[in-house]
């Protein structure tokens, strides 16, 4: 189990874009990793309104880290809880939390639960390399018969990490977008709209 302040810039991509950043950085497909994240909300999206994000996130057959991410004035709180398998199974089937910290977090702050559900899944074919004194990620998501394509930056410093990354964006003829994070792009595509702040 861990607490820590994450702190990440992100830009969606053309796949183009996508592609000559796989050049100019040297990334072959073979260098991808897949992974499926599984969001869990309840209907009148307690967890949202609080500013939060929950989540299963499965990296192989047995790895699965249950995270429950709380947006803070610089970054996001983020608590992840390695799981089990059957922890994992029985979650997902049943929507029940795991006793943890995720679970333990949720109760010291009042968070009514009771209604939460299964709302769908989200797989990304990712890489992540080190630059810059931070880490690189390039995603290819696809959820909902939807696919994007996204570069992320993740730092310690958010004012030094901010410059090089509009730097890196700049230097690949790249346009800032605002970027939302992939749950709410996961919910925008799922209410059927996109856009949504």
């Known amino acids: 189990m861990a607490k820590e302040i994450e702190i990440e810039f992100k830009n969606l991509l053309t796949k183009e874009e996508f592609d000559k950043l796989k050049t100019s950085f040297q ?102 390399f080190p630059y810059e004194n931070g880490l690189l990620v390039l995603d290819h998501s696809t959820y909902l018969n939807h696919e994007d394509y996204e570069l992320e930056y993740e730092v310690s410093d958010e004012i030094v990490g901010k410059q090089k990354f509009i730097t890196l964006l700049e230097n690949h003829h790249i346009p800032q977008r605002e970027t939302l994070n992939k749950i709410k792009r996961f919910f925008n595509v799922k209410q059927g709209f996109i856009g949504e702040k």
């Open 27 to 128: 990334i072959n497909d073979s260098q991808f990793r897949s992974q499926t994240n599984f969001y869990f909300e309840t209907p009148d999206f307690t967890i949202k309104k609080f500013g939060g994000a929950l989540r299963i996130r499965q990296k192989s057959q047995t790895s699965f880290t249950l995270t429950l991410k709380i947006k803070q004035s610089i970054g996001h709180l983020e608590i992840n809880q390695k799981i089990s398998e059957a922890e994992a199974k029985n979650m997902l089937a049943t929507s029940i939390l795991p006793e943890g910290e995720v679970k333990e977090y949720i109760i010291e702050n009042h968070l009514n639960l009771d209604d939460l559900s299964l709302i769908g899944e989200l797989t990304t074919n990712r890489v992540e």
